[in-house]
């Protein structure tokens, strides 16, 4: 079945360190973001791509670096730069970005210890 | 600045109940998504509107663009849809904003 597969579901780092969150799809969609989730927050957007080899920061990008190699996958690193990197982190994708059938990964929850 | 609220913020039912979970927005929207958040965490995508009503088993959402309201319905509600259900409107700058999610506990 086609899907997102996120991983890894729980992720421990140190302060400091720079730490890789993968999100891969075999859906053949055009379009992947990442989104932050916050206790009591609603989902905000980290980047997003909506064709490969290009991707736009969008409302929250400070501290986060993202590329699109290739379609199937769209990994954000999470830099040492970030302030309060430990949060929920959703990947999503859809057809297109007009097309608004969007799948949504299972999620990673990151703690920065 | 685009606003979605939910209400309400928590829920609690008993199994058999019928459920509705409100979401209002403050401007245009092309399109209005209701998601469902497990404890996992991962989030399905249950409807996908812009006009009118749609309904899928026990779930029914509808959509008002002129008074900017959209509801979801449960009807038999049943443990297993213990959940967090969020409303995320697609605005006309093809971004999701996501509300804040209604916890909905459902007791036998």
């Known amino acids: 079945d086609g899907g997102i597969t996120q991983s890894p579901k729980y992720l421990f780092r140190k302060e400091g360190q720079n730490v890789t969150l993968s999100c891969e799809q075999n859906?053949?969609?055009?379009?992947m973001y990442w989104y932050r989730q916050d206790p009591g927050q609603g989902l905000r957007l980290i980047y997003y791509?909506?064709?490969?080899?290009?991707?736009q920061k969008g409302d929250i990008a400070e501290g986060y670096s993202v590329s699109r190699e290739k379609k199937e996958s769209f990994p954000l690193t999470v830099t040492s730069a970030q302030k309060n990197p430990t949060a929920f982190y959703l990947c999503?994708?859809?057809?297109?970005?007009?097309?608004?059938?969007?799948?949504f990964g299972s999620g990673t929850r990151l703690t920065v210890v | 600045k685009n606003e979605v609220e939910q209400s309400p913020q928590n829920l609690t039912a008993q199994e058999g109940e019928f459920i509705t979970i409100n979401c209002s927005y403050s401007?245009?929207?092309?399109?209005l998504h209701w998601l469902q958040q497990h404890p996992g965490g991962g989030i399905v995508s249950l409807f996908m509107?812009?006009?009118g009503k749609k309904k899928h088993g026990r779930l029914i959402a509808t959509i008002n663009i002129q008074e900017k309201h959209s509801s979801l319905h449960i009807t038999a509600s049943h443990p297993r849809d213990s959940a967090v259900y969020i409303c995320?409107?697609?605005?006309?700058?093809?971004?999701?904003?996501f509300g804040t999610g209604t916890r909905l506990q459902v007791f036998p």
């Open positions: 999503a994708s859809s057809p297109d970005r007009a097309n608004y059938g969007y799948t």
């Open positions: 859906l053949n969609h055009d379009a």
């Open positions: 791509s909506q064709i490969v080899n290009d991707f």
């Open positions: 401007v245009g929207i092309s399109a």
């Open positions: 509107l812009s006009s």
């Open positions: 995320a409107p697609t605005f006309n700058t093809d971004k999701l904003i």
